[in-house]
């Protein structure tokens, strides 16, 4: 039982690139979102999906995209790093909305 | 808009002591409660919940009642042990279509 998913756990990027971070879960779950994690900041919820091809944005969504085409997998895209965006990302699912919450294991990102 | 505000860390605790970890929130209606906690290195995962006013959510000898009329949901635990050393995020869910809200963290420290 995998539930949710992340790659890659690790990665530095260059200013100006672009790459992809992976969420899958096997959980069925209509629910998933992406959060960055920030010292004396919290979780800041960047987008979020409540079912395949339904996306919106959160409270941070600027410089990030991301698209839900299965049910399954809920990418986010960075298209050009900045080293504002170094933090550690997390993605989340839930079945339905007032459930609970499933993490993955994260992803910290460095941007130099 | 919804809001968590809940109490600075770090907390540094002696094993056996008595742990508070203060939260209130903002929000329209009547929204459901969490708390998720994250070990070292690892996502969140849900401690406990409280879906209406006077539930009282538990879980691993923690424990936490909505209480509407001071729109607080403080975490508490009788006696602390080592392996409870880690991050807790209290958390809201309002009504509707509307993602987690997760206030910014306190970090406890259990010394034996």
């Not at chain 2, 006696?79 to 306190?106: E, H, I, M, W």
Request: glycine share 10%; net charge neutral.
């Amino acid at each position: 039982n995998a539930g949710v998913t992340q790659t890659p756990k690790f990665q530095v990027l260059k200013t100006g690139q672009s790459m992809t971070l992976q969420c899958a879960q096997d959980m069925n779950h209509e629910y998933m979102s992406w959060y960055r994690q920030d010292p004396g900041m919290g979780l800041r919820l960047i987008h979020y999906s409540v079912g395949a091809g339904i996306t919106d944005q959160g409270e941070v969504p600027n410089g990030y995209n991301v698209s839900r085409s299965t049910t399954e997998d809920f990418p986010l895209r960075l298209l050009s790093a900045a080293p504002s965006q170094t933090s550690v990302y997390f993605c989340a699912s839930s079945y339905l909305l007032d459930t609970e919450a499933f993490f993955g294991q994260g992803t910290r990102l460095t941007v130099v | 808009g919804n809001s968590v505000t809940q109490m600075e860390g770090p907390v540094t605790l002696s094993e056996e002591a008595f742990l508070t970890i203060n939260c209130t929130y903002t929000a329209t209606g009547y929204p459901s409660l969490f708390w998720y906690v994250q070990y070292p290195g690892e996502g969140l995962q849900l401690l406990l919940k409280a879906t209406k006013a006077d539930d009282k959510g538990s879980n691993k000898g923690f424990e936490a009642t909505y209480r509407k009329e001071t729109t607080s949901f403080h975490l508490e635990k009788g006696s602390v042990q080592v392996s409870d050393s880690a991050v807790y995020f209290c958390a809201l869910r309002g009504a509707g279509n509307t993602p987690l809200v997760f206030g910014k963290g306190t970090r406890l420290s259990v010394i034996a």
